[in-house]
């Protein structure tokens, strides 16, 4: 597979309110509300899509459940690597499922037209394989 570049980097926030103090209220961050509870901004230098995403939302996009399994490490922060085309997710997933890895979900696309598949690292960390087409 060939990676592009990272196309997001959020914190994956147990008490989303509290974590907008920090990144909105004493950083700055010109972020703005996109659904939900999920706060982000494409106008951060130097990332191209910056989130403090709720972690009901996480493990609802992840498990189509608003709470985190238990089998799993709570995550700190999610990042989506970009790739050419939504084929080259579903093949990227297949990949990673071949040399063993464990998907916490396929390629699918979201309403919002982004193509994700997602695996969790052994950090816990919640890792994706992304066709967003607005960034290309």
Do not use: N
Request: hydrophobic letters at 45%.
């Amino acid at each position: 597979m060939e990676i592009l570049f990272v196309a997001s980097v959020s914190v994956i926030a147990p008490d989303p309110v509290e974590s907008r103090r920090l990144y909105v209220d004493a950083l700055g961050l010109p972020l703005e509300r996109l659904e939900g509870e999920y706060f982000a901004s494409e106008h951060i230098g130097g990332s191209k899509h910056f989130g403090v995403w709720p972690l009901s939302e996480a493990a609802a996009a992840c498990f189509g459940d608003r709470s985190w399994p238990a089998g799993h490490p709570v995550p700190q922060a999610s990042i989506e690597f970009e790739l050419a085309d939504a084929a080259a997710v579903a093949d990227g997933a297949a990949e990673l499922e071949a040399a063993g890895h464990r998907l916490l979900h396929g390629a699918r696309t979201e309403p919002w037209g982004q193509t994700v598949a997602r695996l969790q690292s052994p950090e816990g960390l919640v890792v994706g394989l992304s066709f967003a087409p607005w960034l290309h």
